[in-house]
Nanobody
Framework: VQLQASGGGLVQTGGSLRLSCVASGRTLSTYAVGWFRQAPGKEREFVAAISRFRGTTSYADSVKGRFTISRDNAKNTVYLQMNSLKPEDTAVYCC????????????????WGQGTQVTVSS
């Protein structure tokens, strides 16, 4: 499966963005999908994930209550709605997919899209 992430940009503190992860080649609903981010000089970190089929979700503590991951199977797309953005959310965001159960460890994901930059100004 090939993944294409988009939707990043520059936003002020408290603003919102919606990231999209569009899949081609395979039906994305048969994959668990995760969003990860990496800020300059920092390790890649888990943001959110959604399971295949049932759509069970998992979030990092730092984004709970502000970010929402969802999927539109008809569009073969997973979204990350980001509200109440903070400067510390600034990073390159990537989506990833794996054909198994819901996990949060990036090493468990087999397929990765390119990143999209999110910058939150203070």
């Amino acid at each position: 499966v090939q993944l294409q992430a988009s939707g990043g940009g520059l936003v002020q503190t408290g603003g919102s963005l919606r990231l999209s992860c569009v899949a081609s080649g395979r039906t994305l609903s048969t994959y668990a999908v995760g969003w990860f981010r990496q800020a300059p000089g920092k390790e890649r970190e888990f943001v959110a994930a959604i399971s295949r089929f049932r759509g069970t979700t998992s979030y990092a503590d730092s984004v709970k209550g502000r970010f929402t991951i969802s999927r539109d199977n008809a569009k073969n797309t997973v979204y990350l709605q980001m509200n109440s953005l903070k400067p510390e959310d600034t990073a390159v965001y990537c989506c990833a997919a794996e054909p198994g159960v819901l996990v949060t460890d990036p090493t468990m994901f087999d397929y990765w899209g390119q990143g999209t930059q999110v910058t939150v100004s203070s």
